[in-house]
């Protein structure tokens, strides 16, 4: 897939393997094995568009988000940011921050409980603006009132706050050095349903008024449906569909796509799609991943050649593609 130039960020070719211990023989011969996590993954994200990567539990979408903003090392291509590729060589963590930020699945792991919430707010304010105490001071009760929530915030420490209470701060904190882009992992996945609509709706109103870019990652296709532009469908480290949101939804074409979709509960018995597509067998093994189409062993469309070549992604209709060989079949 080609992705686009005038993308904030844009991975080509990204991996990330994990390597396997050879175990307590250290005379052992035998060679060492990797997780492949990320698989070669190209993905854009245009400025001020949110792009939702979506997949079910152990796809490698946190380890992707994770690569991305180098808090684990590439093992192979490109993470392109504002032009420059970021995944090579050092890096300036105070430039390379202060323009992209991460928002944590769990707000009471990502929330230090011996800081109060304005010195969590505070602290990335000093160490990669270089802002005095009065700057960041301001700054804090701005992010904090752009999240919903007073001042007096700000002297409370993380356990006296509700759980929607957390991940507002932890929001706050994200978006107070004013970055361009904001990773989102399963931000509203610990929370009740009731706070999850008003933080999907607090990320909205951000993103419109900061300008915000988000790489949502979630498996919930909600969630993904509601705050996403493009859509990207994992599945074993790999990308097999991707295009605008809207048009994935509705015409998914890939056979995983398709059951990932359909698995999704629909709040109305007379359109119950719960057990119209069914995914057989078991998620393939990430340290010896079968040979070609790593779906093919579950996928009712595979033939001989999906054993042995591995599709690529390929343009079905603009902007919507699909890594398949049979993709006919999914009309």
Same mark, same amino acid.
């Given at each position: 897939m080609e992705v686009e130039s005038d993308n904030l960020l844009r991975t080509v070719d990204l991996k990330k393997y994990f390597q396997i211990r050879r175990g307590f023989n250290p005379f052992s @011969? !035998?060679?060492?094995?990797? #997780?492949?996590?990320?698989?070669?993954?190209?993905?854009?994200i245009p400025v001020g568009k949110t792009v939702a990567v979506v997949g079910e539990s152990g796809c490698g979408k946190t380890t992707l988000a994770r690569t991305v903003i180098r808090l684990t090392p590439s093992t192979g291509g490109k993470i #392109?940011?504002?032009?420059?590729?970021? &995944? !090579?060589? *050092? /890096? $300036?963590?105070?430039i390379l921050y202060r323009n992209m930020q991460m928002v944590f699945q769990d707000p009471d792991s990502s929330l230090d409980p011996r800081m109060v919430v304005g010195e969590s707010i505070a602290e990335p304010l000093h160490g990669l603006m270089g802002w005095s105490k009065a700057e960041a001071g301001k700054a804090v009760h701005e992010s904090l009132t752009a999240v919903g929530l007073s001042g007096d915030?700000?002297?409370?420490?993380?356990?006296?706050l509700s759980g929607g209470q957390k991940q507002r701060v932890a929001i706050a904190r994200a978006i107070a050095p004013h970055p361009k882009l904001v990773i989102l992992d399963e931000p509203t996945s610990a929370l009740d349903a009731s706070v999850q609509a008003q933080i999907l709706k607090l990320l909205l109103e951000l993103q419109r008024e900061?300008?915000?870019?988000?790489?949502? /990652?979630? %498996? $919930? /296709? &909600?969630?993904? %449906?509601y705050l996403s532009d493009i859509m990207a469908v994992m599945y074993a480290g790999n990308l097999v569909e991707h295009g605008p949101t809207d048009m994935v939804l509705a015409k *998914? @074409? %890939?056979?995983?796509? +398709? &059951?990932? /979709?359909?698995? &999704? *509960? +629909? *709040?109305?018995?007379? @359109?119950? $799609?719960?057990?119209?597509t069914e995914i057989r067998g078991e998620v393939p093994s990430a340290i010896n991943p079968p040979p070609g189409c790593k779906f093919h062993p579950r996928c009712p469309y595979a033939e001989k050649i999906c054993s042995e070549m591995s599709p690529s992604l390929e343009e079905t209709s603009e902007g919507h593609s699909v890594a398949c060989h049979f993709v006919d079949k999914t009309r």
């Open positions: @011969r !035998k060679p060492a094995g990797f #997780v492949r996590a990320v698989d070669g993954v190209s993905v854009g #392109v940011f504002e032009g420059s590729d970021i &995944a !090579k060589g *050092p /890096i $300036n963590p105070r915030f700000a002297t409370r420490a993380p356990g006296q900061y300008s915000l870019a988000y790489m949502l /990652i979630t %498996h $919930n /296709i &909600a969630v993904a %449906h *998914p @074409r %890939h056979p995983y796509s +398709i &059951a990932l /979709i359909a698995s &999704a *509960p +629909i *709040p109305d018995p007379t @359109r119950r $799609n719960l057990l119209q």
